[in-house]
């Protein structure tokens, strides 16, 4: 699989947008967090130790619109639940589907990019809530972790680590991780406020 394939065509990189992310095959080493910076409505941006990686940024009055920002581009998230439980992948402003995930009835899901590549992803409940991407082959590419008693807190104060990604070897340089870690923490809101639906509430998100 070519690491770039999937992630091309993106609208705006960060650089046009005014500022710059550290692209995460630059990085050397994991571990990265997710950092909540706003609670309604709910804004993370990706840290490592060379600064910021990707941001994730549910958009005000919009439902479950989110708008990723990596240093390869920018794409927009929106989970939809009729006619079927999906979440597509686009880029600012574009009606085609760069990637569209589906749910499976154990939980799990397939995502799968117009390039024809697909990763399968595994959730994980219990005493470690969060999940990870795997390649078709069924090597791990990306692992997500929520941190203990943060995975539904209705407010944390800003800047707040919230959930710790790891890109897992033989991929820590792999161009498309970035994307992968803000896909799959988009996946975790949204199970969070099917699961807690309170915690959806008293935000202006809805599903």
């Known amino acids: 699989m070519n690491?770039?394939?999937?992630i091309g065509g993106a609208h705006l990189r960060p650089e046009e947008r005014g500022f710059v992310m550290t692209a995460l095959t630059r990085i050397q080493a994991t571990p990265l967090a997710w950092h909540q910076e706003t609670?309604?409505?709910?804004?993370?941006t990706l840290r490592g130790q060379d600064g910021p990686v990707a941001t994730l940024r549910f958009l005000p009055h919009q439902g479950t619109l989110a708008l990723v920002e990596t240093a390869d581009g920018s794409w927009t998230l929106l989970h939809r639940a009729f006619p079927a439980d999906t979440v597509t992948l686009r880029e600012?402003?574009?009606?085609?589907d760069v990637a569209t995930y589906q749910p499976h009835p154990s939980g799990s899901?397939?995502?799968?990019?117009?390039?024809?590549?697909?990763?399968?992803?595994?959730?994980?409940?219990?005493?470690?809530?969060g999940g990870v991407f795997l390649e078709a082959e069924g090597m791990p590419l990306v692992r997500l972790t929520v941190m203990p008693d943060r995975s539904h807190r209705?407010?944390?104060?800003?800047?707040?680590?919230?959930?710790?990604?790891?890109?897992?070897?033989p991929h820590h340089h792999h161009a498309g991780s970035a994307l992968l870690a803000a896909i799959g923490w988009y996946l975790l809101?949204?199970?969070?406020?099917?699961?807690?639906?309170?915690?959806?509430?008293e935000t202006s998100m809805r599903l």
Not at 109 to 129: A, I, N
């Open 154 to 169: 209705l407010h944390v104060p800003g800047g707040t680590a919230v959930g710790a990604v790891e890109a897992l070897p």
């Open 39 to 44: 609670d309604d409505p709910p804004a993370y």
């Open 189 to 201: 809101q949204v199970e969070g406020m099917k699961e807690h639906p309170a915690r959806a509430a």
């Open 92 to 96: 600012p402003g574009s009606r085609v």
């Open 109 to 129: 899901g397939e995502l799968r990019f117009l390039s024809g590549d697909t990763f399968h992803w595994v959730p994980r409940k219990g005493v470690e809530v």
């Open 3 to 6: 690491e770039n394939s999937y």
